[in-house]
């Protein structure tokens, strides 16, 4: 609701309850900042990137990403607990794919 204000500010303004209530709960933003923040890096960016065609074991990511296991496995376990990965395993192997399949199109448009 527009409200009129002092002359020490603009014309119109919103109250702050009005705003207050636009506003996402802090959880919520917090979670999208850990999301955002486990996608802020190149090396996952990649991994999101070879993820779109679907599931693939980690050592097939391991050949396609030029880091070391001990890397690898790091940006997978910040995704998966961000909820951006899943993941199963099989037998010795874990294999990981796109928790949500519309984040590609979500980074393209943010992009």
Do not use: F
Not at 44 to 61: M, S, T
Not at 70 to 84: C, D, Q
């Amino acid at each position: 609701m527009a409200v009129e204000n002092s002359d020490e500010c603009c014309e119109i303004t919103y109250s702050v309850e009005d705003l207050i209530k636009t506003l996402p709960s802090d959880e919520t933003l917090e979670n999208h900042a850990a999301i955002l923040k486990s996608l802020a890096d190149p090396t996952r960016l990649k991994i999101i990137y070879l993820l779109k065609n679907g599931e693939l074991c980690v050592c097939q990511i391991l050949e396609v990403i030029d880091k070391s296991q001990s890397t690898v496995s790091h940006h997978l376990n910040m995704m998966k607990k961000e909820g951006v990965l899943s993941a199963r395993k099989q037998g010795k192997w874990i294999y990981y794919k796109l928790a949500n399949e519309e984040i590609i199109q979500s980074l393209e448009k943010l992009l």
